[in-house]
């Protein structure tokens, strides 16, 4: 049985998908941290966008990987969500 982690393998051997990966792998980061944080909360999409007072379809975006939120809006979702917020440098 081919496995997630079998099949990352398999595709990180690809140069452009490696470099690919580096490219998007902080939008990836945030979004499975926001993710997680939110459905730990217990709460919607619609409901975070509520309590951060914007639209869910930016919670959307955020979670898809498709924008880098700011800085101010990590802040905010950390307050939000009641939880910090680091920076790490690797």
Do not use: C, N
């Not at 490219?23 to 217990?42: C, D, G």
């Not at 619609?46 to 639209?55: V, Y």
């Not at 869910?56 to 498709?66: A, P």
């Amino acid at each position: 049985m081919m496995t997630w982690e079998k099949h990352r393998k398999i595709l990180m051997k690809d140069p452009e998908v490696r470099k690919a990966w580096k490219e998007t792998r902080l939008e990836y980061e945030i979004a499975r941290a926001l993710i997680l944080a939110r459905v730990k909360k217990r709460l919607t999409q619609a409901q975070l966008a509520k309590k951060l007072k914007t639209k869910q379809s930016v919670i959307s975006r955020v979670e898809s990987g498709q924008t880098t939120p700011s800085l101010s809006f990590l802040k905010r979702l950390a307050s939000v969500l009641d939880t910090s917020l680091s920076v790490q440098f690797k």
